[in-house]
Nanobody, 127 residues
């Protein structure tokens, strides 16, 4: 089993930055694909950034050039660096992980491709 827990959310003004953290525990070495999803009030949950076992990453078009996903294998920690934040980035952010071999660990994956979810961390961006 794997557990993931997010931290680092908060409130910032537009143009500001935040860094999200996701600590993986349990059988973390078995994780093959990780990422971040978000859900804004009244909107569907969407993938924001995905990273595969080799460190290759992909992003939603809305965050390209502003967000960076990375991981520290030794610390079993996933990061999401968010810069130039916009009010539209306001959402609950979820860390996700999959132990299943996926042919393509990519931003096109959906919610059901990830078996492990954190409780979420809130990001609020004011204009």
């Amino acid at each position: 089993q794997v557990q993931v827990e997010e931290s680092g959310g908060g409130s910032v003004q537009a143009g500001g930055s935040l860094r999200l953290y996701c600590a993986a525990s349990g059988d973390a070495r078995s994780i093959r694909c990780m990422g971040w999803f978000r859900q804004a009030p009244g909107k569907v949950r969407e993938a924001v950034a995905i990273i595969d076992a080799d460190g290759d990453s992909s992003y939603a078009d809305s965050v390209k050039g502003r967000f960076t996903i990375s991981k520290d294998i030794a610390k079993n920690t996933l990061y999401l660096e968010m810069n130039n934040l916009e009010p539209e980035d306001t959402a609950m952010y979820y860390c996700v992980a999959s132990r299943v071999y996926l042919v393509w660990c990519h931003i096109s994956l959906g919610e059901t491709d990830f078996g492990y979810w954190g409780q979420g961390t809130q990001v609020s961006v004011s204009s």
